[in-house]
């Protein structure tokens, strides 16, 4: 048996379309150095790109290095690269057994990444929106998708002052600006700024699998753009 100890949040959302306000049991992660919103520490330390409030100017001068896109600690069992040490050393827990899946030997960063696969292989699903009911693994997926009923955009870019609900679009857009390109192929030097670009160029370029079929005449292709691109031919509609 598996015993976890995960610390739980509560969150309210107020939905600007019907005004009902709603309550979110949020899954927190016990190693996350930011300060907690719960407590009464002061947090004079805002982070400019995504709001983030922290309590100490080490803590906020660790988070920041997350936007930068800098990647100086590089573990020493694999090659992959981090922004912060903090994240180095939860990284280097999938190199141990320290928190390891009993049912597919798998190893994970932390207690609470380990909780969240384990509801991969029991189904559970234990946050539910209290608007329309849908049902999610992690808090954090909860959150992002409450974001649909309260048109909230916390996450802002200092660069172009773009905003996004999550902090997750956000870094994906923080490259547009940086130029950094974390995903490299393993097969050629390429490297993309997003892990869909690299899964659309190993199909493209170093790939022979065509899934997608035309229903007219059953010719083969590798994206659905292609195929779309093709389906023009038979119907004389314009694909986009």
Known sequence: MIRIDVRFER??????????????????DT?????RPHDDKPRPY???VCDRRFGTKGNLKQHEQIHTGDKLYSCTQCEKRFTTQHYLRKHTNVHS?????????????SSHALTVHVRSHSGEKPFECTVCNKR??????LVAHST?????????????????????????HMRVHTGDKPYKCSLCDKSF?????????????????????????????????????HVYTHTGAKPY
């Open 11 to 28: 969150a309210h959302v107020c939905c600007v379309y019907t005004g009902m306000t709603f309550e979110m049991k949020i899954e927190a």
């Open 31 to 35: 190693n996350d150095i930011t300060e």
């Open 46 to 48: 805002l982070c400019i």
């Open 97 to 109: 057994s320290n928190y390891k899946c009993t049912e597919c030997g798998k190893c994970f960063i």
């Open 136 to 141: 999610f693994t992690q808090s954090a997926n």
């Open 148 to 172: 649909i009923h309260s048109g909230e955009k916390k996450c802002k870019c200092h660069e172009c002052y773009k905003a996004f609900s999550q902090s997750g679009d956000l870094n994906r």
């Open 193 to 229: 700024a997003t892990s869909g670009n690299l899964q659309e160029h190993k199909r493209h370029v170093h790939s022979n699998r065509r899934p997608y079929d035309c229903r007219y005449c059953g010719k083969m292709f590798k994206s659905s753009r292609n195929l779309k691109d």
